[in-house]
Every structure is written in C-alpha cells, then in structure tokens.
C-alpha cells in the first residue's frame, strides 16, 4: 500500500518538493557554513520522495544545546519556506477526499522541515 501513496505522491507533487529540497541544498552548499544545512536538505530530500510507511520521530537522546543553535539558523534560511509549502499543500489536497493522504503525509513533514536537527525519518517495521 505504501508502494502506491508513494507513487501517487511523486506524481502529484512529490517530484517538485524533492526538486525544491535538492535546489536548496546545492544553494547552501555553495557557501562553507551552508554546508551542513545543505547536507541537511539532501537528507530531507531523500526522505520527502517517498514519505508514505515512515514516520517522523525526535532523536534519542535530543539534539541538545548544538541542535537547538543549528535548528534557529535552519528557521532563518530554508526551514520557514519549507514548512510553509508542506502546510498550503496540505490545504490544497485537503480540500479533495481523495487528497486527504497526501495531506496527511505534508503535516507529517512540516516538524522535519521546521527543525530538522534532533528528528529523524524512520521506515514503519
């Protein structure tokens, strides 16, 4: 079942998020202190292409004092538009019944695109 929401997730829109995550993360990369925030985005990126069958948990233990510092500077630079365009999507596919999933899966990915640093994306065993 997961195999199917991911397709129809990469088709109605998933392609252009993890186009928006792999853009960004080149973007930040250009610069020596964007590097691990581009790290960062190349991570979600591989997690945004098929989000059906994960879940998004907090890091054992958290982040702590270092994470909190890198999750402040994540708000500043790409984090805000990214939670931003994970929630008018999901309002957008909201609005549709047969949207509700992918819906779904967008609330599911604004805490990871907030403050990624101290979640993680899990596979569902």
Same mark, same amino acid.
């Given at each position: 079942?997961?195999?199917?929401?991911?397709?129809? &997730?990469?088709?109605? *829109?998933?392609?252009?998020?993890?186009?928006?995550?792999? %853009? @960004?993360?080149?973007?930040?990369?250009?610069?020596?202190?964007?590097?691990?925030?581009?790290? #960062?985005?190349?991570?979600?990126? @591989? *997690?945004?292409? !098929?989000?059906?069958?994960?879940?998004?948990?907090?890091?054992?233990?958290?982040?702590?004092?270092? !994470?909190?510092? #890198?999750? +402040?500077?994540?708000?500043?630079?790409? @984090? %805000?538009?990214?939670?931003?365009?994970?929630?008018?999507? !999901? +309002?957008? &596919?909201?609005?549709?019944?047969?949207?509700?999933? $992918?819906?779904?899966?967008? $609330?599911?990915?604004?805490?990871? !695109?907030?403050?990624?640093? @101290?979640? +993680?994306?899990?596979?569902?065993?």
């Amino acid at each position: 079942m997961s195999l199917l929401g991911n397709l129809v &997730f990469f088709i109605f *829109g998933g392609f252009i998020i993890f186009l928006g995550y792999v %853009l @960004g993360g080149i973007l930040l990369c250009l610069t020596i202190i964007g590097i691990p925030f581009g790290f #960062m985005c190349f991570r979600l990126a @591989g *997690g945004v292409i !098929a989000p059906f069958g994960r879940e998004v948990t907090e890091t054992e233990p958290p982040g702590g004092t270092i !994470a909190l510092i #890198m999750n +402040v500077i994540w708000i500043i630079l790409p @984090g %805000l538009e990214l939670a931003v365009m994970h929630l008018v999507l !999901a +309002v957008l &596919f909201a609005v549709t019944i047969v949207g509700l999933p $992918i819906a779904k899966q967008h $609330i599911k990915l604004v805490p990871l !695109a907030l403050m990624p640093f @101290g979640h +993680v994306m899990r596979n569902l065993d």
